[in-house]
C-alpha cells in the first residue's frame, strides 16, 4: 500500500519533554514537509526538505526540530521550547520541480499531540 | 504578504442547492492556486487546481486575477461533498510550500 504513514497517531507527553513524530514515504518523492494543523487558521509549514540531508525552516519552525538522512523518512521532534505544542501534524510529500512538478502534495493521516 | 483567505469557517446548503467556497488571495505574481478537500476520516486530498482548468467532482474554481478570487462552485450539492475545504496558494519556484486558507466546512444536509 503506497503512501505516507505517519506514528503514532496519538501521543500525549508531559510539559518538558521532547517527542518524536515519524514520517515515512514510500513514493519515490524527493520533497516531504511538516505542516500543523490548528483549529481556524489552517495548515502552517513547520519544516521541508527538497532532497536527502537537506532541509529549510517554513514558517513557524521555532521549537522544532527535523531530519532527512534518508529519502523516506522525515521525523520531526517537538521539543521543550515549543510554547503551544499540542496540535494536529501532517507530514506530506511531492515530486519536485525536476520531476515535473504538478503542485500535488501527498498527505499522512498525521498525528496528534497532546501536551499535559 | 503572500495570503489566503476563507471568509466562512462554515457553509450549510441543502442537497441539490449551489455552493460557492470562496477564497481570495493576495501574492504579487501569477499566483498557482490549489483546492485540497478533507473528508471525515480520510486524508487531505488535492481536489483541483487553477492550471487544469477541470472539473473534479462537479466542482469548478476559476482564477479571477482582477478580484483575486479563486472560488470553488458546484451548481448541485449532494450529501457526500461534505468535507472540510482548503483553499492554498504555491509559493515561487514551484514547490509544495504552499500557503493554505483557514478551511471552510461545508455541511450538505438531507
Known amino acids: 500500500d503506497g503512501g505516507i504513514t505517519q506514528s503514532p497517531k496519538y501521543l500525549f507527553r508531559k510539559e518538558g519533554q521532547n517527542v518524536t513524530l515519524s514520517c515515512e514515504q514510500n513514493?519515490?518523492?524527493?520533497?516531504m514537509y511538516w505542516y500543523r494543523q490548528d483549529p481556524g487558521q489552517g495548515l502552517r509549514l513547520i519544516y521541508y526538505?527538497?532532497?536527502?540531508?537537506?532541509?529549510q525552516k517554513g514558517d513557524i519552525a521555532e521549537g522544532y526540530s527535523v531530519s532527512r538522512e534518508k529519502k523516506e523518512s522525515f521525523p520531526l521532534t517537538v521539543t521543550s521550547a515549543q510554547k503551544n505544542p499540542t496540535a494536529f501534524y501532517l507530514c506530506?510529500?511531492?515530486?519536485?520541480?525536476?520531476?515535473?512538478?504538478?503542485?500535488?502534495?501527498?498527505f499522512g493521516e498525521g498525528s496528534r499531540l497532546t501536551v499535559l | 504578504a503572500q495570503r489566503v483567505t476563507q471568509p466562512e469557517k462554515l457553509l450549510s446548503v441543502f442537497k441539490g442547492a449551489p455552493v460557492e467556497l470562496k477564497c481570495n488571495y493576495s501574492?504579487?505574481?501569477?499566483?498557482?492556486l490549489f483546492w485540497y478537500v478533507q473528508y471525515s476520516r480520510q486524508r487531505l486530498q488535492l481536489l483541483l487546481r487553477?492550471?487544469s482548468r477541470e472539473s473534479i467532482k462537479g466542482f469548478t474554481a476559476d482564477l479571477n486575477k482582477g478580484e483575486t478570487s479563486f472560488h470553488l462552485k458546484k451548481p448541485f450539492a449532494q450529501e457526500e461533498d461534505s468535507a472540510m475545504y482548503y483553499c492554498?496558494?504555491?509559493?515561487?519556484?514551484?514547490?509544495?510550500?504552499?500557503?493554505f486558507g483557514q478551511g471552510t466546512t461545508l455541511q450538505v444536509k438531507p
Open positions: 506530506a510529500s511531492s515530486i519536485t520541480a525536476g520531476q515535473t512538478y504538478t503542485g500535488e502534495l501527498f
Open positions: 513514493l519515490n518523492h524527493d520533497a
Open positions: 526538505s527538497q532532497i536527502v540531508n537537506d532541509f
Open positions: 501574492y504579487s505574481g501569477s499566483p498557482e
Open positions: 487553477h492550471i
Open positions: 492554498a496558494l504555491s509559493r515561487p519556484s514551484n514547490t509544495g510550500k504552499l500557503i
